[in-house]
């Protein structure tokens, strides 16, 4: 039986379904396979940061997934303590008061997202999502994939015939290897005290944690002291939790006594149960050498790998998605030219690169938090080193959640669809976001009204931003006309509160500015330089 599409997903993680949830947006046609029967049943990642929110938003599903986020009542941050029922060295909050985004982060068990995004994903038409089918190989051609596909319980084997094919399927991806493409970067074999070499992951029940502990719940826990270096990450802000714990240098993760683990961890005689649990690589900065080859493409861990410090690694997979799915959804309506889908790699590898350098830092500061042997002492001395370590740990900590300036100010400077304007590349400050109106960047945030974000005012193609210059619009509405690229007219007029400098504003379907000037000259020429022509 042979099955025809236009896109072949691989992979049925947060990925993948984001990427099958866009598409099916976009009304293109589209298959997803994945070899896992369910959605994940043990937690990974546990954040959707902003920009993933605002793409979320979009789609007009960020309010579903913001229901399924933990309690607000649980206060959003780290606590640093001896022991889970020990002793708290110091507390540092989030805080996402004025941030320049109608969408803050929502911490979501990655258990529960992928759930919520399947059924989403299997509820649209344009979408055939099959769990329980795996890639078994497939061949490229000039127009497109045909891919061999085989059902995990009864061995039913079935051919998919695509004209694209996107690579979602996690760290050992088959598609990757399958295209001989390495993973090229910091492969986690320096030595950390916590998050570097090998580490173990369990998911616990312990409905009694919270009031054992005595203090004030938080989202986060960080577990320090001479024995170990460990972290509890909240899932339902009741009785479950997610722990991970470096496995000491020289010790085999098979001799590690998982139960007096997780027992020392808590620090006090407090009932719970494993759930699942296994080890995994921290210390991690790995990028495929290319996201692309011919008609397939590589998105999330099979494009990247990165220590979890940050939480950039799957909200980078969905940043990486969304910018290719509009790029696919060009081609099938028409109107998408020979360099747009090849922009893919030259916008989204240098992000990879970039992002995954955060939490191989962030795991070298943590480093330098040293124990003395009576760090937990009853003692006034111990007290006076806990208060300077947690002191120190507020501090150092604050980049592994000040992300601000990656998630939003990602700028696709180089790109061949972006029409520079000749100015210089401000810096662009990792923790903090200065909004820039300039070709390759995200569209600065505008309130148009209450509630109601520039970003819910997009169309699903392009976007022409005017503020008052009608000449220069019409020019472009014709010449979009005349390529059949969708375009939508803004008129905003000028306003003090405006972070736009110009008079008109080409803004792509991913929120991502291609071309601004108070004129233009030759409209043909802007949008065949955007639309990849």
Not at 411 to 434: A, K
């Amino acid at each position: 039986m042979t099955k025809e599409t236009f896109v072949l997903i691989v992979g049925g993680g947060p990925v993948g379904l984001s990427a099958s949830i866009d598409l099916s947006w976009r009304g293109v046609p589209h298959i997803l396979v994945t070899e896992n029967v369910e959605t994940a049943t043990h937690p990974k990642c546990n954040t959707t940061n902003t920009r993933s929110m605002e793409h979320f938003r979009r789609l007009g599903i960020a309010r579903e997934l913001r229901s399924e986020a933990l309690p607000a009542e649980l206060e959003r941050a780290s606590a640093y303590v001896t022991r889970y029922c020990g002793y708290e060295l110091g507390r540092l909050p989030r805080a996402y008061a004025d941030w320049p985004t109608p969408e803050v982060p929502a911490t979501i068990s990655q258990i529960v997202l992928e759930k919520t995004l399947r059924a989403i994903a299997e509820s649209r038409p344009q979408a055939e999502i099959m769990f329980g089918w795996k890639l078994v190989s497939f061949t490229t051609r000039d127009d497109g994939v045909t891919a061999e596909i085989e059902n995990v319980a009864s061995g039913e084997q079935r051919t998919v015939r695509a004209r694209f094919m996107l690579g979602a399927d996690g760290a050992s991806s088959t598609v990757r290897r399958a295209l001989g493409l390495r993973m090229v970067g910091d492969d986690g074999a320096v030595p950390r005290a916590f998050m570097g070499g090998t580490m173990l992951s369990y998911f616990i029940r312990a409905p009694g944690l919270t009031a054992a502990s005595g203090r004030r719940p938080s989202h986060m826990t960080w577990i320090i002291n001479p024995q170990m270096r460990a972290m509890f990450y909240a899932q339902d802000g009741r009785e479950k939790w997610v722990v991970h714990y470096a496995v000491p240098v020289g010790i085999d993760w098979r001799d590690v006594n998982a139960q007096k683990m997780i027992r020392d961890a808590i620090g006090a005689d407090v009932e719970f149960e494993i759930l699942s649990g296994g080890p995994w690589t921290g210390g991690l900065a790995l990028v495929a050498e290319h996201y692309q080859s011919g008609p397939v493409f590589l998105a999330g861990d099979a494009a990247h790998l990165f220590t979890p410090l940050g939480g950039l690694g799957m909200n980078t997979g969905i940043g990486d998605v969304m910018n290719l799915t509009w790029k696919l959804a060009a081609v099938h309506d028409g109107w998408g030219g020979p360099n747009l889908a090849p922009s893919y790699e030259v916008e989204r590898r240098p992000i990879g690169v970039c992002n995954s350098q955060l939490g191989v830092r962030c795991a070298a500061v943590m480093d330098g938090w040293e124990t003395p042997p009576d760090f937990e002492a009853d003692t006034q001395s111990a007290a006076t080193t806990r208060a300077a370590l947690g002191a120190r740990a507020v501090v150092e900590d604050k980049p592994q959640y000040r992300t601000l300036g990656l998630q939003l100010g990602e700028r696709y400077e180089d790109s061949p669809i972006v029409m520079p304007d000749g100015t210089p590349n401000p810096p662009n400050d990792p923790e903090n976001y200065v909004p820039v109106d300039r070709p390759g960047a995200r569209a600065p945030h505008l309130w148009l009204g209450k509630d109601r974000s520039l970003y819910d005012a997009l169309g699903k193609g392009f976007t022409l931003l005017d503020f008052g210059e009608p000449d220069g619009v019409a020019a472009l509405a014709d010449a979009a006309r005349q390529r059949g690229v969708p375009l939508e007219i803004m008129p905003l007029g000028p306003t003090e509160a405006s972070p736009y400098r110009s008079k008109l504003v080409l803004v792509r379907p991913d929120q991502h500015i291609v071309w601004h000037g108070e004129r233009v000259s030759d409209a043909l020429a802007v949008i065949d330089r955007v639309r990849g022509a």
